[in-house]
């Protein structure tokens, strides 16, 4: 792909990074810069995780929850968005976070990295997923007469994941045509929410973005247990933490994106900052609409559908819950293309099993075929499989989940901290195009391991308190592999010598898939 922005010169120089790297351009590159930031937006979708998880703060600290908890939990999750982009931008390559952690560090914490990042997206894909379902239920379930069973769930599940898997597969010119959709939608249905929440209100009583009220326990419909002041609004930063993550996906797609050293770290960045922005946009209009906080907060995780009940006519509601639902759709493809690179780039490097197939590239669609299924199997199964067994009367699913984005944090955690580390050093002695300085990264790098500690505390906390116990278990089991077979047994990514010996199989690849732009 060359276009007037995008000339033969800019592929052969983004050919040539790679090149330096180790790595072969298997992969097509068609990503725009806008491209590569819907990705990331796309994945984040506010209409997502903003909606289906708005009882965390609407059932904790109401309207406060969302009128100065989501400024500050968007803020949280910018401090790691500007750190990796930094670091994104020095080494853009497809799995960003495996690379980074291996050249920054060594090969075991890129191989932690890998683990925490991949058992992330899968799950995360399967969360996803999920809760479009649970929408779909709640939005369009009475009228089409479908119960929310597991059975119906996860043939629900099958369908969407196989259908976003599937345009996957035929190539990332189809992906990237639906989430630059899908960039444009989630403006659109912000914008939309807003308008109506807005219209459809008695009064504007803007007191209410910054009035606390203890909602824990029963008053807010056992969302959250009966905790403190501090505590509930701290659980209710929940909402924007969990919903501002996947901009990981930027540097996913690295070896697609054109003048990526420049196009993705600015797209992860500007994922972040527009998703807090049109977030906030909708989600304080909305808390202006609700009738009454104390009747809102006893709702618990169906307040949305109850206050567009409560306002909102038929007709116009409805189409606010479709333009929602295809949103949602369109997450779960963006977060399809993620996973799969990710999967990708740590099998070429042998990190899997079965890594020879899980790393190879379509010729006909220029697409890690095998990595893309692998991802979306892995992520149905992962979501049957928890859903069944249960600990302590807790769904295996819901203790899970809990975990997730903890382990997606903790591997943006790793890379950033060792390039702290590692910068000045002959590991990172040059900053990327895009160069902010060293004070920048400094500072974004150690607000972002305070915000870890933030996330990881509040994230133990009960409901999800198992989650500690996992993560424990995780390092231990990580541990136990790593030194008992994978120490010895995996290289990493190409370094030094290895990279100019690699330069022939480098050719032959790219051949092999047609490749034609060194």
Known sequence: MTTPDYTDVDKQEDIKVLHSMGYA????????????????????CILSGGINSLAQATSGAGGIGV???????????????????????????????????????????????????LLGLITVLGAINVGTWTFFVGAFGPALGVEG??????????????????????????????????????????????????????TWDFSRLFTFH?????????????????????????????????????AHTSEETIKAATSVPRAMVMSVVWSALFGYLFLASFVLMIPNMDDAAKQGWNVFFWAFDQRVGSGLKEFVYLVVF????????????????????FSRDGGLPGSAALAKVSPTHRTPVAAIWTASVLSVLFVWGSSVVSVAGT???????????????LSFIVPIVLGMMAWG?????????????????MLFGFLSIVSMVLIFVIGIQPPNDWALYI?????????????????????????????????AAIKAAEQAVGETGH
């Open 25 to 44: 351009q298997e992969l097509e590159r068609r990503l725009s810069r806008f491209s590569n930031f819907a990705v990331s937006f796309s994945i984040i």
């Open 67 to 117: 009128g100065i908890g989501w400024l500050v939990g968007c803020f949280v999750s910018l401090t790691f968005a500007v750190a990796m982009s930094q670091i994104s931008s020095a080494y853009p390559t497809a799995g960003g976070l495996y690379h980074w952690g291996s050249i920054l560090g060594n090969r075991g914490t890129g191989w932690v990295t890998a683990w925490l990042n």
């Open 149 to 202: 069973t597991l059975t119906n769930q996860m043939i629900f599940l099958v369908i969407i994941t196989g259908v976003q898997a599937l345009i996957n597969h035929l190539g990332i010119k189809l992906t990237a045509k639906l989430t630059d959709f899908s960039g444009y939608l989630i403006f659109f249905g912000s914008i939309l929410i807003a308008v109506v929440c807005l219209l459809s209100a008695e």
């Open 214 to 250: 203890n909602y824990s326990g029963d008053a807010g419909g056992g969302v959250w247990p009966q905790v403190s002041n501090a505590w509930v609004f701290a659980l209710g930063l929940l909402l924007p933490i969990y919903t501002i993550t996947g901009y990981d996906a930027s």
């Open 326 to 345: 295809i949103a949602q759709l369109l997450c779960g493809l963006a977060t399809v293309t993620s996973a799969s690179r990710m999967i990708f780039a």
């Open 395 to 409: 769904s295996a699913y819901t203790i899970v989940v809990s975990c997730t984005v903890i382990f997606l944090f």
């Open 425 to 441: 050093t002959p590991k990172w002695d040059k900053m990327g195009p895009w160069n902010m300085g060293r004070g920048i990264f």
């Open 471 to 503: 993560t424990v278990g995780f390092f231990i089991l990580t541990a136990i592999v790593w030194f008992a077979f994978e120490r010895n047994r995996f290289q990493g990514p190409p370094l030094g010598d290895i990279i100019a010996a690699r330069q």
